[in-house]
């Protein structure tokens, strides 16, 4: 069965402070790790990391695979409150199409 | 291009009653999922489908929980009898192929009491 262990499970940072959350996984056959972002109501697609693809960034967010360790980081620099919100990773397993097997999640809350 | 539509956005109802949550996923996405989210357990795929058919009903608890996807615009999740265990959010959520992400709809905020 796939698995995947999200680290911290929570986290409060001030504004401006860079922030890492970490992501392990065990998976079969691994074909790809994604990061959503969920506010209040649907979670919301950030990244996509592959075998072809381990570095991903966009704007102040980045995220690198490491597929020797199973894991998986998000980076966020110059936190905003904005960025509060639970971010949860997800690993997609060759054999299962596209079924994702999510970890709990990390809950970021950026005070002023 | 409008996104995946759920309904009811909340749900309050007795235990023992029908429950039935619905979905309309993005036009031109072939493949359909349904997951549960709660505070133990995180976000759990129930079933998916793929042109209609379901594929994968490994997570739907158990019986008393089916899912169904008349055609490509309109799927159903139902719970009868519904149990107080069942309160969560059920979020659906479509995408194109397998190797893209799906998008959610913003979910069904279920209340069993």
């Known amino acids: 069965e796939d698995k995947v262990v999200q680290s911290p499970l929570s986290l409060v940072v001030h504004e401006g402070d860079t922030v890492t959350l970490n992501c392990s996984y065990e998976v079969t056959n691994f074909r790809s790790l994604l990061w959503y972002k969920q506010e209040k109501k649907a979670p919301t697609f950030l990244f996509m990391l592959?075998?072809?693809?381990i570095e991903k960034k966009s704007g102040r967010l980045s995220s690198i695979l490491d597929k020797k360790e199973l894991s998986s980081i998000l980076n966020i620099t110059a936190t905003q409150t904005g960025d509060s919100a639970i971010y949860l990773c997800?690993?997609?397993?060759?054999?299962?199409?596209?079924?994702?097997?999510f970890g709990t999640g990390t809950r970021l809350q950026v005070t002023l | 291009d409008a996104g995946v539509i759920q309904s009811p956005r909340h749900e309050v109802t007795e235990m023992g009653q029908e429950v039935t949550l619905r979905c309309k996923p993005i036009?031109?996405?072939?493949?359909l999922f349904w997951y549960r989210q709660t505070m133990m357990r995180g976000l759990e795929l129930l079933i998916y489908?793929?042109?209609?058919?379901?594929?994968?009903d490994s997570g739907m608890p158990e019986d008393r929980f089916s899912a169904k996807m008349p055609n490509a615009s309109f799927s159903t999740l139902k719970i009868q009898p519904s149990e107080p265990r069942d309160s969560a959010v059920y979020f659906c959520?479509?995408?194109?192929?397998?190797?893209?992400?799906?998008?959610f709809g913003d979910g069904t905020r279920l209340s069993i009491l």
């Open positions: 036009s031109g996405h072939d493949y």
């Open positions: 959520a479509s995408t194109r192929t397998g190797n893209q992400p799906q998008h």
């Open positions: 592959t075998s072809s693809g």
């Open positions: 997800a690993v997609v397993n060759t054999g299962t199409a596209s079924k994702l097997t």
């Open positions: 489908f793929n042109n209609n058919v379901p594929i994968d």
